[in-house]
T-cell receptor
Framework: DQQVKQNSPSLSVQEGRISILNCDYTNSMFDYFLWYKKYPAEGPTFLISISSIKDKNEDGRFTVFLNKSAKHLSLHIVPSQPGDSAVYFCALMDSNYQLIWGAGTKLIIKP | GAGVSQSPRYKVAKRGQDVALRCDPISGHVSLFWYQQALGQGPEFLTYFQNEAQLDKSGLPSDRFFAERPEGSVSTLKIQRTQQEDSAVYLC?????????????FGDGTRLSIL
């Protein structure tokens, strides 16, 4: 049974608009939540994170929201740019420092 | 370089051969992690080092998989008697300290293909 789910395999967004990527989890024991971006043939690149004591963290065009009661995490990118086209993974850190990953969402930014 | 470096980038081996994958973490990073990523999926945890100590190897799929980090910096993941199901991308990550709330920074991975 998957602990972390990204239910949208792909998402297409017009350049300049907002991209919203979603992630749901089942285990309430996670303490630290991260988003990574991945280009083909490269490793995941860390984007932004949030700890369980917060509900929002912002870094430039990227904002991560955490709703602990709903066990839901989201990443907002605004405005979306062509270089944002990539696969986005949410990853949750457990108490053993292991990252538990979603399957990823492929974001396509249309010009 | 400033990032995590992995070598080789690509490795092709015949079933039954042994392979060794190398990871150079970011200088000064205490923690080092190995993950396995199958096509179309997120990475799955294999093992974790803090300095030279292997603190968690619960994700290693069998006793054919062995990892070491003898001097607390470079790490090697060894797979003995490779099988076709070992084909995957092997990712290495490092983080500054072995504590919660530290992001892990990844290398570009080694793509292993077993024929």
């Amino acid at each position: 049974d998957q602990q972390v789910k990204q239910n949208s395999p792909s998402l297409s967004v017009q350049e300049g608009r907002i991209s919203i990527l979603n992630c749901d989890y089942t285990n309430s024991m996670f303490d630290y939540f991260l988003w990574y971006k991945k280009y083909p043939a490269e490793g995941p690149t860390f984007l932004i994170s949030i700890s369980s004591i917060k509900d929002k963290n912002e870094d430039g065009r990227f904002t991560v929201f955490l709703n602990k009661s709903a066990k839901h995490l989201s990443l907002h990118i605004v405005p979306s740019q062509p270089g944002d086209s990539a696969v986005y993974f949410c990853a949750l850190m457990d108490s053993n420092y292991q990252l538990i990953w979603g399957a990823g969402t492929k974001l396509i930014i249309k010009p | 370089g400033a990032g995590v470096s992995q070598s080789p980038r690509y490795k092709v081996a015949k079933r039954g051969q042994d392979v060794a994958l190398r990871c150079d973490p970011i200088s000064g990073h205490v923690s080092l992690f190995w993950y396995q990523q199958a096509l179309g999926q997120g990475p799955e945890f294999l093992t974790y080092f803090q300095n030279e100590a292997q603190l968690d190897k619960s994700g290693l799929p069998s006793d054919r998989f062995f990892a070491e980090r003898p001097e607390g910096s470079v790490s090697t993941l060894k797979i003995q008697r490779t099988q076709q199901e070992d084909s995957a991308v092997y990712l290495c990550a490092s983080s500054l300290e072995g504590t919660i709330n530290q992001p892990q920074h990844f290398g570009d991975g080694t793509r292993l293909s077993i024929l």
